[in-house]
């Protein structure tokens, strides 16, 4: 059983930065995959990134690199997502979701177990 909580959501200007965070508590091993995808109005739940706790192999889709990073730090058991030039078209609510198998489809949906309750992500023109 894994929980996780999302938070540092919020309102922001274009070009701006919000790091987002994703706390796990329960039962969490260093090798899940973490994840984190994103959710606009009318539109399907779409990847972002994602990060392994063990090791520190990262995965993005190309659009996102040089603007979001996720990181980890296995000693609070917490990943991050450093959001910077950050445009309208980023709004959306932010999922965080921990896949305890290791997958290699990362960027699905059906790949992971658990999911946060999201933090809306609101960049202004």
């Known amino acids: 059983q894994v929980q996780l909580v999302e938070s540092g959501g919020g309102l922001v200007q274009a070009g701006g930065s919000l790091r987002l965070s994703c706390a796990a508590s329960g039962r969490t091993f260093s090798s899940y995959t973490m994840g984190w995808f994103r959710q606009a109005p009318g539109r399907e739940r779409e990847f972002v990134a994602a990060i392994n706790w063990s090791g520190v192999n990262t995965y993005y889709v190309d659009s996102m690199k040089g603007r979001f990073t996720i990181s980890r730090d296995n000693a609070k058991n917490t990943v991050y997502l450093q959001m910077n030039s950050l445009k309208p078209e980023d709004t959306a609510v932010y999922y965080c979701?921990?896949?305890?198998?290791?997958?290699?489809?990362?960027?699905?949906?059906?790949?992971?177990?658990?999911w946060g309750q999201g933090t809306q992500v609101t960049v202004s023109s």
């Open positions: 979701a921990a896949d305890r198998h290791g997958g290699s489809r990362y960027w699905t949906i059906n790949e992971y177990d658990y």
